[in-house]
């Protein structure tokens, strides 16, 4: 009985995932008093919601077998137009929020046209808006925060209810709609059949151009998101929003299980893909380790997650003999 769970356990693709999560949880547990603290799990917490919405933005491109360099500077654009709106129009949140989350949408929907209509490659198109967007951002801030916010606006993203953030809320909720989006509906039918293989998808019926467009879209969507959520959670709009975004929102994805190659995803993957670059970036902080070897802990413990998740594999198919 035990051995057959163990099976089970293994055979799910998310199990090296949640190993590695699980193991740098303890880890940083028992060698940090402070690290299991209210105040240290609730910022966590905040984190992880805005790394999630991030590689969402990612992961959406990758399903299609695409990618977006230009998440960051899509947060970037969002950014600075809910500050704008907020700041010197002096707009409350109920437009704001819109208006930015419609700018990302457009720009994702601005790289999903010349991907499928002009017929660009996706790492060509992303990379010249990723230079566009940060561009606009410049132009139209100087270089200038934007800090009136309004207190209220500010709830959600430093708030929370039952010990647990406002943002975690939201990104547990918009993951199980995903879940269900890409294991119950057509539309996720279709996208993941689209990344899985492109032209077996278009034979079978389906308008590949349109799925990939509709997953840029998603893409500038959960970008924007992220930006909003981010404003919220500063309490000022910067324009050097997004920088650091591309590397968090591949780490992530991959980690989480999403497959470079187009037609894999898993929400629970993304969810420990975001818990582990979380714990990485805030166990290092605690235990004093050299900022400047962050990235090296992000190598290693990806190559940790795809290590574990071979053994599974060969076990799997052992197992089978």
């Known amino acids: 009985m035990k051995n057959m769970l163990l099976k089970d356990i293994l055979k799910r693709k998310e199990a090296g995932i949640v190993f590695a999560a699980v193991s740098l949880f303890v880890v940083f547990s028992v060698t940090s008093e402070s690290f299991l603290t209210a105040y240290n799990i609730f910022n966590i917490s905040r984190t992880l919601s805005l790394y999630i919405f991030i ?109 647990i953030p406002y943002l975690l809320w939201i990104a547990l909720a918009v993951l199980i709609v995903m879940f269900y989006l890409f294991r119950f509906t057509v539309f996720g039918r279709r996208l993941l059949a689209t990344g899985g293989n492109e032209d077996a998808a278009r034979l079978s019926g389906i308008n590949t ?73 805030n166990g290092l902080v605690i235990l004093g380790a050299n900022i400047y070897f962050e990235r090296t802990f992000y190598g290693l413990i990806i190559l940790l997650a795809v290590i574990v998740d071979r053994v599974r594999a060969v076990y799997s198919v052992k197992s089978k003999l």
């Not at 419609?102 to 499928?116: E, K, Q, R």
């Not at 990379?127 to 009136?148: A, D, H, M």
């Not at 650091?244 to 929400?267: E, Y």
């Open 55 to 163: 590689a969402l933005g990612q992961a959406m491109a990758l399903v299609v077998g695409g990618m977006n360099l230009s998440v960051g500077a899509i947060g970037g654009l969002a950014t600075i137009t809910a500050g704008y709106c907020l700041d010197v129009l002096g707009l409350s949140g109920w437009i704001a929020v819109p208006a930015a989350l419609l700018l990302g949408v457009a720009a994702g929907a601005l790289n999903g046209f010349f991907i499928t209509r002009v017929g660009i490659n996706s790492f060509v198109v992303t990379l010249s808006t990723l230079f566009v967007f940060e561009g606009l951002v410049s132009g139209i801030s100087k270089g200038y925060s934007y800090t009136k916010i309004p207190k209220t606006f500010m709830i959600i993203g430093r708030k929370g209810m039952l010990g």
């Open 209 to 281: 151009d349109n799925i990939i467009l509709a997953a840029n879209m998603f893409s500038g969507l959960f970008s924007a998101i992220a930006a909003v959520l981010w404003v919220s959670r500063m309490g000022s709009a910067q324009p050097s929003t997004g920088q650091d975004w591309l590397i968090v929102s591949f780490a992530v994805a991959i980690i989480g299980g999403t497959a470079l190659k187009g037609g894999g995803i898993t929400m629970l993957g993304l969810f420990m893909g975001g818990i582990i670059m979380v714990l990485i970036k």
